[in-house]
């Protein structure tokens, strides 16, 4: 899948316009919920969903292949959401988690389920934006701490630095939350 999606870079760089529309297939979910992750306004979003392959689509030539298509779309994306939060003049991203199909089902089983997914969506908005970006590729996008590395522009050290310190913050509120004794 990954050499077709290099393919379609290539294609892209020639003009193809037919695959573009086919690597936005391949990525617009998780480009999307990962944006969201980070902004917490869908219009947004998906505004800046648009102009992630609008830059694909002009910058498709430079693409050299030294990393993977979704590093790179990511990377694209991670840069566009960092430009949207320096005109906001913000330094915290988000104040919420994408929902993903997990936590979907999941609620669906029941009100102990649902309650399990606000409290870590709730844990999620006390996290600085390093770690909730670390933790949201990794564990949703299901990334490497090479590939986040990469995407950040940070040493990957740095990176399993944020994971670490993040799953320890994560455990320490959702701890808190499931015994009653936080009130956010």
Not at 59 to 75: P, Y
Not at 105 to 112: I, L
Not at 135 to 155: H, K, Q, R
Request: proline letters at 2%; glycine letters at 6%; charged letters at 25%.
């Amino acid at each position: 899948m990954s050499e077709n999606h290099h393919f379609l870079v290539q294609q892209i760089a020639g003009g193809d316009k037919q695959a573009l529309a086919a690597l936005y297939r391949a990525y617009e979910r998780p480009v999307y919920k990962f944006i969201c992750s980070r902004l917490n306004d869908p219009h947004e979003a998906a505004d800046i969903l648009h102009e992630v392959f609008m830059d694909i689509w002009r910058v498709a030539a430079s693409f050299e292949g030294r990393s993977q298509v979704r590093t790179w779309i990511f990377g694209i994306a991670y840069r566009k959401v960092i430009d949207a939060h320096r005109k906001r003049g913000r330094v915290t991203l988000t104040d919420e988690v994408p929902e993903t199909g997990d936590v979907a089902d999941a609620a669906d089983a029941g009100y102990a389920a649902q309650q399990e997914a606000e409290h870590l969506r709730v844990c999620m908005t006390t996290l600085s934006d390093e770690h909730r970006s670390a933790i949201s590729l990794a564990f949703y996008e299901d990334m490497t701490c090479a590939e986040i590395a990469e995407i950040a522009g940070v040493p990957e050290g740095t990176i399993k630095s944020r994971l670490h310190h993040a799953k320890k913050l994560l455990l320490h509120c959702l701890s808190g939350r499931l015994k009653g004794r936080a009130v956010a």
